[in-house]
């Protein structure tokens, strides 16, 4: 994890303070947010054998080791200490949610240091297969130790009492000091992004499906699932299709219709109201995220998309920008071409 103090002496100590203030209530913090839902830490799910009906551990454990091997290709890079992760297992009095990669005010907190998500199913009674629980969480788990080692540079804020600081860069986004961001927000009927916000999250996301993918290549000794069968779709079996798809990444144009028909009430699928929401942050999710991610990236071709990826990936992670910024100008023949693809005008 890089993570920067743009300041010095005393200035420095009182930011240093602050921010392991917050870091060291990340348990309190989880009680704030979700106070009707109970969690368990992440280390303890996945060592704890009382645990293993939840997810499947051992598969767990291997994706690790292969999203270890991946941080490398780019540093000295570290997992996101599972101690700090809150996954969330149940929730008294619950109707409404489902639980999940996409279950609200869940993520990555940077300045508690610690993520929060819940296991995909767990707050609903509806059956999951425990191997495609395993999977989501990787995903999760992956994503957020993405967001975890971005680069961060902290400043303190001006004319403000001692201790207090602002992000002016994270990744490759930045901000003022009064909270004006360098990219503007992305029209809601863009089929693109230039924000780079959604580019970073979206970037983070990739990343974790391209680990689900391989895992799921590389593992042999998975029982077959309904997921896995080609003949799968969203309205023989909503949930195997769906989340398979959504935490590998190959949700699509068409499945975001019939998602959008779904919530309309044009086409019914045998399933609770709770994986019903949650569909519905999926699609979202999806729609104005991940494929509009894609869509950047198939702009500058498809010789150049992996490379894009590849090096928005880096400089997120390292907070060095020459790389990207270089590599976009040669193809746009022109300099400074970050700035005229990404900078809003009020920056």
Not at 56 to 69: D, K, V, W, Y
Not at 144 to 164: I, K, M, V
Not at 241 to 249: A, W
């Amino acid at each position: 994890m890089a993570e920067r103090i743009l300041a010095t002496g005393a200035i420095r100590e009182q930011i240093l303070i602050a921010l392991q203030r917050y870091r060291n209530a990340h348990e309190d913090y989880v009680k704030e947010v979700h106070p009707q839902a109970c969690f368990l830490t992440l280390s303890e799910l996945i060592t704890n054998n009382c645990y293993s009906s939840l997810i499947h551990q051992h598969l767990f454990l291997r994706a690790t080791h292969l999203l270890a091997q991946r941080l490398k290709h780019y540093g000295p890079y570290e997992l996101l200490d599972p101690s700090r992760v809150w996954i969330g297992v149940s929730m008294l009095g619950n109707e409404k949610d489902f639980g999940g990669f996409h279950h609200h005010d869940q993520g990555y907190r940077y300045l508690q240091q610690m993520a929060i998500t819940s296991l995909l199913g767990t707050f609903s009674r509806d059956p999951v297969d425990c191997v495609l629980t395993t999977l989501e969480l990787i995903r999760a788990y992956a994503h957020d130790t993405l967001h975890h080692n971005s680069y961060r540079l902290f400043c303190p804020l001006p004319q403000t009492e001692a201790g207090s600081f602002y992000r002016l860069q994270y990744g490759i986004n930045f901000r003022n000091w009064n909270g004006m961001t360098y990219s503007a927000k992305d029209s809601v009927r863009s089929t693109t992004t230039r924000n780079l916000g959604n580019i970073m999250e979206a970037a983070t996301d990739r990343f974790a499906h391209e680990l689900v993918v391989s895992l799921t290549q590389e593992v042999t000794d998975i029982p077959t699932a309904s997921w896995r069968d080609k003949r799968c779709d969203l309205v023989s079996d909503p949930i195997s299709y769906s989340v398979y798809r959504d935490c590998t990444g190959q949700l699509t144009h068409a499945d975001m219709r019939q998602l959008r028909d779904i919530e309309r009430g044009q086409l019914e699928i045998k399933t609770s109201t709770n994986f019903k929401a949650y569909l519905k942050s999926m699609r979202l999710f999806v729609q104005f995220v991940n494929l509009r991610y894609q869509q950047f990236l198939t702009e500058f071709g498809p010789d150049h998309s992996h490379q894009i990826h590849h090096l928005i990936i880096q400089s997120l992670l390292s907070g060095k920008m020459r790389d990207l910024c270089n590599y976009l100008d040669a193809l746009q023949s022109e300099k400074r071409s970050f700035c005229s693809l990404f900078k809003a005008p009020h920056f």
